[in-house]
């Protein structure tokens, strides 16, 4: 009997050894699947290593409704939408790896936007090594870019632009970089007007070509850019043998920022103007609600008299002030002036020189980390010099709009 209880037992603690064994040696397997997705410190929170490679990877996005209330002076009821809502979800993907010649990175960002459609889009995919850019990324050109207006689809106050690039950055150090890119400026392309054939707009043949010098400091910082790009006016050369004048645009930006910490901790104040010969779309002053829906804009004008192509030419002087009152609630005031110069010759029922501004303000709560309530206003009215055929059929001198957006979005 006690050589069985003595078998027994030898066989039970010879089973424990063995399960302690098997567990021992799950151990390591563990230890290494716990290690195998590291943190990455290098290029701040958020990256990891891919595992089996020496690339950082960040992983983001955002979720955000829109709730909107638009009110024109110029549309008939009947063919506006005074509300309507919008929801746009975004991927943003950001890899980086360190080599001899300094950062290799790439990023990426993709949009999907819902509202009467479904609407994807690239919002930016670029790489960036050793100084260079290449790829879709804000525009060299840019600065304020409308920071703190919020929205999926609100007014522009100055230039703000996506466009593919390839550019070349140096950096001087203290603070101070320079920038040569060579743009598509497809999208910032308005055409040529004519008061016999309308209005044509074909793009261009050549990139814009595009320089800044910027600063970043303690205080804030400065930028300075410039723009020459191609107006292409070829199909109205066919329509209009013999012409010529303007096929080249320009445009001149100066932007300032102050940090304003003695107000409040992540105060800041945005002060930038911009001009535009031919090149109107760098100025923004075709991102108003408060323009007719018939209203042309256009790059250059053809001047039958003269048998001369005339540019448009146009400025604006942008603001904006953000304010803490809290950690975590902020408030932004923003407007902008601007006034449109469009050849007199080209004047007609749906064309003039104008002015315009625009003014708002919102009210923004981060209650945790990630995730943002915002409600924001928005006024702006045009002025024209010569009446302008509005939506009813009517000639006015001037129009305006109210804009309210309530929204929430949820960054990670």
């Known amino acids: 009997m006690k050589t069985v209880m003595k078998n027994v037992l030898l066989g039970s603690v010879a089973g424990l050894a063995m399960v302690g ?52 002076s110029y549309t008939p009821a009947n063919e506006q939408n005074d509300t309507y809502f919008l929801a746009r979800g975004a991927i943003r993907l950001d890899a980086r790896t360190q080599t001899e010649y300094g950062t290799l ?17 690239l919002d930016k995919a670029y790489i960036q090594f050793a100084g260079f850019t290449f790829g879709k ?28 690039v390839a550019a070349y950055t140096a950096d001087f150090g203290n ?15 308005n055409g040529v007007y004519d008061l016999d054939f309308g209005y044509s707009n074909v793009g261009s043949d050549l990139p814009a070509l595009v320089g800044n010098i910027n600063y970043e400091g303690e205080w804030g910082g400065f930028q300075v850019s410039g723009v020459v790009r191609q107006i292409n006016d070829e199909n ?8 010529s004048g303007d096929d080249i645009g320009w445009g001149v930006l100066g932007g300032v920022k102050f940090n304003l910490n003695a107000l ?21 002053i075709t991102g108003s609600y408060a323009q007719l829906n018939t209203f042309e804009f ?13 540019s448009a030419t146009a400025w604006t002087v942008a603001g904006e002030l953000t304010h803490y009152f809290t950690p975590s609630v902020f408030g932004v005031l923003f407007g902008n002036y601007g006034e449109l110069d469009v050849p007199s010759a080209a004047w007609d029922g749906s064309v003039s ?23 924001q206003y928005t006024y702006g009215e045009a002025n024209y010099d010569a009446p302008i055929e509005d939506d009813f059929g009517n000639l006015v001198n001037s129009s305006d709009f109210n804009q309210v957006i309530l929204s929430v979005r949820r960054s990670f």
């Open 236 to 243: 109205y050369d066919v329509l209009n043998p013999g012409s």
């Open 353 to 375: 020189s104008m002015s315009l501004f625009n003014v708002g303000a919102s009210l923004n709560w981060t209650p945790v980390k990630g995730l943002l309530f915002v409600a």
């Open 105 to 121: 990175r790439s990023y990426l960002e993709y949009r999907l936007t819902y509202g009467d459609s479904t609407s994807p889009s």
């Open 264 to 284: 409040g901790e992540g105060d800041t104040l945005y002060i930038e103007a911009t001009y535009g010969d031919g090149a109107i779309e760098y100025t923004g």
């Open 21 to 72: 064994t098997a567990a021992a040696a799950d151990l390591p397997v563990k230890a290494k699947a716990a290690e195998y997705v590291k943190i990455c410190s290098t290029y701040g929170a958020g990256f990891y290593y891919i595992p089996g490679s020496d690339t950082c990877l960040k992983v983001g996005g955002f979720v955000q409704t829109d709730y909107n209330y638009l009110d024109t």
């Open 175 to 189: 603070g101070f970089t320079a920038t040569i890119s060579i743009e598509d400026d497809s999208t910032r392309s």
């Open 137 to 164: 990324v804000q525009s060299f050109y840019d600065y304020y870019a409308d920071n703190n207006v919020w929205g999926i689809d609100s007014v522009e106050l100055t230039s703000d632009e996506n466009a593919t």
């Open 298 to 310: 256009a790059d250059t004008y053809y001047n039958p008299a003269t048998g001369d192509y005339e």
